[in-house]
């Protein structure tokens, strides 16, 4: 039972270089969130979805784009990287019903 | 709006003393009150939950957790701490059967446990 599986676990990018992250879960759980998190912030979410084929945006949406056309997976696109947008990304999976998230290991994303 | 507080950034302990990592919330109604921790380079892991019940709850790795209605608070506890206790700690709300049905996180405490 694999949870929350993030991939890549880092990654660099030139600004303006576009790339997806994928997070696949393996429970059947119906949300799915994105967040960022850099030093003395917190968890930021970027976007969320409460059910296959829906989106919603969260705290910080701009520049990043998300799609769920499976259950099990959540992509997140970054179409043109900027530096403001190093960071480190986890996805979390929540069966809803007031349950806590399940959360995957990360990605360090640089953008240089 | 629904919010978290972790009024402290970082809480320095020496191993074997009792530990104490605070949260406050402000949320209207029986919110679920939960606590992650995050190892470094790790995601955030589940350690323990209140819903409803006994105000002392039990969880992962030895740590508590007291819910204080009155107080609004759910300070994360332990009576020994060790040095692989050291991680970022936070804390969590949520309130089912709202429209907008998501965790909010506080910022996160810093926890460092000195041999």
């Known amino acids: 039972n694999a949870g929350v599986t993030q991939t890549p676990k880092f990654r660099v990018l030139k600004t303006g270089q576009s790339m997806t992250l994928l997070c696949a879960q393996d429970?059947?759980?119906?949300?799915m969130y994105w967040y960022r998190q850099d030093p003395g912030m917190g968890l930021r979410l970027i976007h969320y979805?409460?059910?296959?084929?829906?989106?919603a945006k969260g705290e910080v949406p701009d520049g990043y784009n998300v799609s769920r056309l499976k259950k099990q997976n959540f992509l997140l696109g970054l179409e043109s990287a900027a530096p403001s947008q190093t960071s480190v990304y986890f996805c979390?999976?929540?069966?809803?019903?007031?349950?806590?998230?399940?959360f995957g290991s990360g990605t360090r994303l640089t953008v240089v | 709006a629904q919010s978290v507080a972790q009024p402290e950034d970082q809480v320095n302990v020496a191993e074997g003393n009792p530990l104490t990592v605070k949260c406050t919330y402000s949320?209207?109604?029986?919110?679920?009150l939960f606590w992650y921790v995050q190892y470094p380079n790790r995601g955030l892991q589940f350690l323990l939950k209140?819903?409803?019940?006994?105000?002392l709850v039990k969880g992962s790795y030895g740590f508590e957790a007291e819910f204080n209605k009155s107080q609004t608070s759910f300070h994360l506890k332990k009576p020994s701490a060790l040095v692989s206790d050291s991680a970022l700690y936070f804390c969590?709300?949520?309130?089912?059967?709202?429209?907008?049905?998501?965790?909010?996180f506080g910022k996160g405490t810093r926890l460092h446990i000195l041999p």
């Open positions: 979805s409460v059910g296959e084929g829906t989106t």
């Open positions: 429970m059947n759980h119906e949300y």
């Open positions: 209140y819903i409803t019940g006994d105000n």
């Open positions: 949320v209207s109604g029986n919110p679920y």
């Open positions: 969590a709300v949520r309130h089912p059967g709202r429209r907008d049905d998501k965790i909010i």
């Open positions: 979390a999976s929540d069966p809803g019903r007031g349950g806590g998230y399940t």
